[in-house]
């Protein structure tokens, strides 16, 4: 079995790497490597947390770069067992929006809850939800709606874009590529954010984090919004162009 430490130290270097980087780098290793046995070595790497993906066939080191987690608030879990008890088989994301005070400078003290349900089942949603978070609950509202309504615990229900990417630990979690997507192109995220903030949230996220930029402007993409998104990281967020390479 090959040592993968000895095979990251010695690619370490090379940021970002292919597939072919790294048989080469195994062949230099005196390790014997084909198409297979490197493809294996990348998928034991990645569950092992070794590396982490950063766009079709690109990875990178995790001393690098981590793999974006979030602990969801008490809330949140609820609304998620809630849905899923009711309705077991449907498809839906949670993102909130205290996610973002990891990156921001002045620390959001509402959070709300956006619980996006595949169509057209955003109703059923709101009816399950509302018996318990009865007053807390908006469906498919508009900025000046959420804010008239908006408390302490505020839960809007939206519409799911198709072909959203999953969560990496659980399936309706938010990934990191679609909320960044979301607060700059989303009609309704993107009205709650302070746009002065967006140069830090985009800028710390891709320093720190492996953000899949495939699934990311495949998302964007999806939404309509790919030109749109690209200029916006440009232009708003302070992102190089380079840097979005794909």
């Known amino acids: 079995m090959a040592d993968t430490s000895v095979i990251l130290n010695r690619i370490g270097n090379r940021r970002p790497f292919a597939r072919y980087d790294l048989q ?86 509402q959070n709300i809850v956006f619980v996006s349900v595949e169509a057209p089942l955003e109703e059923d949603v709101f009816n399950t939800l509302w018996e318990k978070h009865k007053g807390s609950v908006l469906i498919k509202p508009d900025a000046d709606e959420l804010f008239r309504y908006m408390n302490d615990e505020m839960i809007v229900i939206a519409k799911l874009p198709t072909e959203s990417p999953k969560g990496i630990n659980v399936f309706w979690d938010t990934r990191i590529e679609k909320w960044l997507v979301d607060i700059a192109v989303d009609k309704l995220i993107s009205k709650v954010v302070y746009s002065g903030e967006y140069p830090a949230i985009y800028q710390d996220a891709f320093a720190k984090y492996a953000i899949d930029k495939n699934t990311m402007f495949r998302y964007a993409k999806r939404k309509g919004a790919s030109n749109k998104y690209m200029d916006f990281l440009v232009n708003d967020a302070g992102i190089n162009r380079e840097d979005l390479n794909i």
């Open 24 to 109: 080469k780098v195994m062949t230099e290793c005196g390790y014997q490597t084909n198409g297979s046995i490197t493809n294996h070595m990348i998928t034991r790497m990645l569950s092992a947390g070794e590396i982490v993906k950063i766009g079709r066939n690109k990875y990178c080191v995790s001393d690098s770069l981590k793999a974006y987690r979030f602990s969801h608030s008490e809330l949140a879990v609820s609304l998620a067992n809630e849905i899923i008890g009711a309705h077991p088989y449907l498809d839906f994301r949670i993102f909130e929006l205290i996610q973002l005070n990891e990156f921001v400078n002045h620390q959001i003290a």
